[in-house]
């Protein structure tokens, strides 16, 4: 039913940027709020940033904050997470997460349903 679709990863340089895409299906868009999440090889997974159903209101990490953006279209039911300045920390398996909380977070147990992921990979 749910059906969370993450693409757009691949290689870039160092200072590169990439930008990945959630697509989304069997739920109300509007409802829930949005979290792209990562794990790096031999890592804990971390929340990168997420997006709220209501207002917009938008979290990110410390790590990605100033080079990162979080946007959803509603008429495509997707989520965006805009990459920029790339280090090779960045690279990971970036996941993209939903949830019907009231308040949007980065705590990964917050989350009801994950799409598969994407491969995203920084080179120095």
């Known amino acids: 039913e749910v059906q969370l679709q993450a693409s757009g990863g691949g290689l870039v340089q160092t200072g590169g940027s990439l930008r990945l895409s959630c697509a989304t299906s069997g739920f109300a868009f509007d409802d829930y709020a949005i979290g792209w999440f990562r794990q790096a090889p031999g890592k804990e997974r971390e929340g990168v940033s997420c997006i709220a159903s209501s207002d917009g209101s938008t979290l990110y990490s410390d790590a990605v904050r100033g080079r990162f953006t979080i946007s959803r279209d509603k008429a495509k039911n997707t989520v965006s997470l805009q990459m920029n300045s790339l280090e090779p920390e960045d690279t990971a398996v970036y996941y993209c997460?939903?949830?019907?909380?009231?308040?949007?977070?980065?705590?990964?147990?917050?989350?009801?349903?994950w799409g598969q992921g994407t491969l995203v990979t920084v080179s120095s």
């Open positions: 997460a939903i949830t019907r909380g009231l308040l949007i977070s980065l705590q990964d147990h917050y989350y009801d349903y």
